[in-house]
């Protein structure tokens, strides 16, 4: 069986497949199958896409862990630096502990004071 002509380039990995004419042309919605070689790698690319749009690390976060990362070596610079950016945790910030404002009675002591 010859091999199709590689035509497209995934969005996650930079694979080169080959994209039918009629997922290439659709003009009504973007099919997966433009934007990257698998299934797996369209929900990285949705979850980087959402990340990028919302910048919500939380819900990025969520759908990236749903992912098979297995293969993250492989993947654009890019999208390894947005994913580790992702999923790192947020840096936890020093600030000294507040203090305790308490509320002090005085007014027994002026009680006591006038007796």
Known sequence: MAEKNINAFC?????????CRSCRE???FKPWRSVTDNIEH???????H?????K???NAKAELEKCDLSDLENFKPEIKTAI???MEEPAQTKTS???RKEYIDTSAKKDEISE
Do not use: D, F, M, W
Request: glycine letters at 10%; aromatic letters at 12%.
């Open 11 to 19: 969005s996650i990995c930079g694979k080169g497949y080959h994209v």
């Open 50 to 54: 959402g990340y990028t749009i919302s």
């Open 84 to 86: 580790n950016e992702i």
């Open 26 to 28: 659709q003009k009504v």
């Open 97 to 99: 502990p507040r203090k």
């Open 42 to 48: 369209y929900k990285i690319y949705l979850a980087i």
């Open 56 to 58: 919500n690390r939380k």
